[in-house]
């Protein structure tokens, strides 16, 4: 395993396969316990050397995980998720996905954690693809494996460190709000008194100021 994990970060929005993949790079680096170093660029990269560089985040896992052992049951979940589970996410057929993966785990249920601190390079991958929707389904318990199993992943640590930090990422690149214009004071003029003015004014003749007596109504 490396001891530092160099990936390059575009900006990323939620709901994207670019941020998914963030989110299983900056995951394997929390698990791993490699060190996360990171620059912004064009996509989300792993960056082994000056020479080489993995944009396929499950590829880069399992460098990450030094996978290099080939594990004949590792490699057919992963395989699915690459075409049953990560595909129909992006293109939001939601319920599909989610009984994909229940129907995987049913069939291959070695593979996936039964203990939070025992997460493993297959779980980072379906966690990072099934984060975002499944943490808000409507009705999760339509998928009982499937919620057992991210119920337990949920409680890992590192794993929510990992989310959290891309998540940071997210709010250093956006934009703050503009805040409303305060409105402008409205002034309002003393409207002078007038002052008769004998050389400029005229006045009627033959008429008297008289005292008004409040008695005569």
């Known amino acids: ?120 390079i297959v779980d980072v991958i379906y966690y990072g693809t099934l984060f975002e929707t499944f943490s808000s389904a409507k009705e999760p318990s339509k998928y009982p494996l499937l919620a057992a199993w991210f119920d337990i992943v949920s409680k890992n640590a590192k794993m929510i460190a990992g989310i959290e930090y891309i998540k940071e990422q997210i709010n250093k690149g956006a934009k703050p709000k503009k805040q409303a214009a305060h409105a402008e004071k409205k002034v309002t003029k003393e409207i002078p008194v007038p002052v008769f003015n004998s050389a400029t004014q005229k006045i009627t003749a033959n008429i008297e100021a008289k005292t008004i007596d409040p008695s005569v109504k």
């Open 1 to 120: 395993m490396p001891a530092a994990v160099k990936i390059t970060l575009p900006k990323l929005s939620a709901n994207t396969k670019p941020f998914a993949n963030a989110l299983k790079l900056s995951m394997a680096a929390q698990v791993t316990g490699s060190k996360l170093v990171e620059t912004a660029g064009e996509a989300v990269t792993l960056v082994v050397s000056n020479d080489l560089a993995l944009t396929d985040a499950n590829a880069a896992l399992k460098y990450i995980f030094n996978a290099t052992t080939f594990d004949i049951l590792q490699s057919i979940v992963i395989e699915k998720e690459e075409t049953l589970v990560s595909p129909l996410v992006i293109k939001r057929r939601i319920d599909q996905a989610f009984q994909n993966v229940e129907e995987i785990i049913s069939k291959h249920g070695k593979a996936f954690t039964k203990e939070s601190d025992k997460v493993t």
